[in-house]
Structures are given as C-alpha cells and as structure tokens.
T-cell receptor
C-alpha cells in the first residue's frame, strides 16, 4: 500500500526556473493538501483541494499554482522559483467529506527543494 | 485566526521515564486537535486526535493526550519513554465549524530519549 507518493525527492533549481512537484494518493481520498516545512516554522498550508477541479488558497499561496488533475493527483507548480521557496514540500490527503474536517492527514515523504 | 503554541523547542527525557510534550491552542469555536510525529527525512505520521467526548485520548505507540478546555491545552504524554520515540512532534488544531479545512500546526518539539 503506497499511500501518498511524491516526486521528485530532491531538486535544485536556479532562480527564475520553473518546475512541477507531483503527488498521487491511492487511498481514494477526497481532500488533498500541499504544505511547506521550514525550520522553526512548522508546516504552512499552500493550497487545498476538496475534490477534483476545486482548489483553495492556504496561508502562503503566493508564487505557487496547483492542479487537481483527478481524484488521485494534485500537482504544485513554481512558475519562477525564488530563493525564498527553498523548503521541504509535503503533499497530504485525507478522507473527508460533507464539510467535516476531523479525519487525520496522510503525508508523503516530501520533496526537498533548493533554489540558488 | 487560529494558532498553536509548543513552548519547548526540545524535550530531553531518560529512557523509561514518563514524557510530556506541551501544546496550547487558540481557536474560535470548538477545536479538533491532533498530534503528529515526524522521523528524519519522512513525512508526518498521525498519532491521535481529539474530536469530542472523553478528554483523555489514546493513540498509537502508547501515546495519549489530555484535552483541557479551560486551559486550552492538549499535552501529549507517554508513561514510559523509549529511545525509538526520539523524533519531532507536532500539535495541530482545526476549527470544528463547517468548511474549516485549515489545519494549523505548531512549530514542533524535538523529543530526545536518552538511553
């Protein structure tokens, strides 16, 4: 049972380059999330998707775009990378519906991104 | 706005001793509260949650947490620490109101269990 799979595991970009972080889950979950983790700051929500075709901004959405391609996949795109986007990015999913949000999140193992 | 405070960046405890990792929260309305653990180079793993009902919640790996509404706290505890419990622990809160998908995490507490 793979759970939440993120690719790539590591990436180094130069300032101004673009890239897409991929995420897929095999648990048939409705909700998917993108977080970034920075030292001493915990995890901060970038974007959220309640279902295919719907997305909502989180706490730190600037500089990012997302696509919920289907129920399984939720990608995060950096159009023009900046050093401030150096971080560890986590995708997560949860089995939520009907407006109640008390299910735990299942996380992938992260993508470590460095922007020089 | 909702927030979580984990007042200790690091907690050191001897193996076999009880451990406590502290968490306080602020949220309008009733909270949903969660604890997650993160091992090096891995994603977060769910430990336990409080939704409603009994204030003492039991979770994975022998961990438990006590919800205290008057003190707005949700401290994580374990009666006897293991070296393998050494990891980074995160407390998180959600507003239980409809549509509140935002899950806010604390900054994390590094737990070191000394053999």
């Amino acid at each position: 049972n793979a759970g939440v799979t993120q690719t790539p595991k590591f990436q180094v970009l130069k300032t101004g380059q673009s890239m897409t972080l991929q995420c897929a889950q095999d648990m048939n979950h409705n909700s998917m999330y993108w977080y970034r983790q920075d030292p001493g700051m915990g995890l901060r929500l970038i974007y959220y998707s309640a279902s295919e075709g719907t997305t909502d901004k989180g706490e730190v959405p600037n500089g990012y775009n997302v696509s919920r391609l289907n129920k399984r996949e939720f990608s995060l795109r950096l159009e023009s990378a900046a050093p401030s986007q150096t971080s560890v990015y986590f995708c997560a999913s949860s089995d939520e519906g009907g407006g109640t949000y008390n299910s735990p999140l299942h996380f992938g193992n992260g993508t470590r991104l460095t922007v020089t | 706005a909702q927030s979580v405070a984990q007042p200790e960046d690091q907690v050191n405890v001897a193996e076999g001793n009880p451990l406590t990792v502290k968490c306080t929260y602020s949220v309008s309305g009733n909270p949903y509260l969660f604890w997650y653990v993160q091992y090096p180079n891995r994603g977060l793993q769910f430990l336990l949650k409080y939704i409603t009902g009994d204030n003492l919640v039991k979770g994975s790996y022998g961990f438990e947490a006590e919800f205290n509404k008057s003190q707005t706290s949700f401290h994580l505890k374990k009666p006897s620490a293991l070296v393998s419990d050494s990891a980074l622990y995160f407390c998180a809160v959600r507003n239980s109101g409809a549509g509140s998908y935002q899950l806010t995490f604390g900054k994390g507490t590094k737990l070191s269990v000394i053999p």
